[in-house]
């Protein structure tokens, strides 16, 4: 079974910090390009991160420039993401994806469930 899952979500006051982790199962994850989207509670979509595969080459949205590491680890299968200096906007499900190509992509094939960061200020 081919699937992503999210994880690391969580509770955190602003100035604070999370790592969110994306595990794949059934398929390599460095062979496919992975990125980090969000969607705040009422708003769209939005982008956080493209990864180039077999790289941790990345782009970063406007947002979380200078806040936002993506990394990744092979022999786990992960791609982690890392946020800094959280503010309450930041408060979203984050979600992972996954798709061969390079960045940026408009579709993704895999997609996690999401995980939750919540902001408190």
Do not use: H
Request: charge should be negative.
């Amino acid at each position: 079974q081919l699937q992503l899952v999210e994880s690391g979500g969580g509770l955190v006051q602003s100035g604070g910090s999370l790592r969110l982790s994306c595990v794949a199962s059934g398929f390599n994850l460095d062979d496919y390009v992975v990125a980090w989207f969000r969607q705040a509670p009422g708003g769209e979509r939005e982008g956080v991160s493209c990864t180039e595969k077999r790289s941790e080459s990345t782009s970063y949205w406007i947002p979380v420039r200078g806040r936002a590491t993506v990394s990744r680890d092979s022999a786990k299968n992960t791609v982690y993401l890392q946020m800094t200096n959280l503010v309450p906007e930041d408060t979203a499900v984050y979600y992972c994806a996954a798709e061969r190509g390079t960045c940026p992509l408009i579709q993704y094939d895999f997609w996690g469930q999401g995980t939750q960061v919540t902001v408190s200020s």
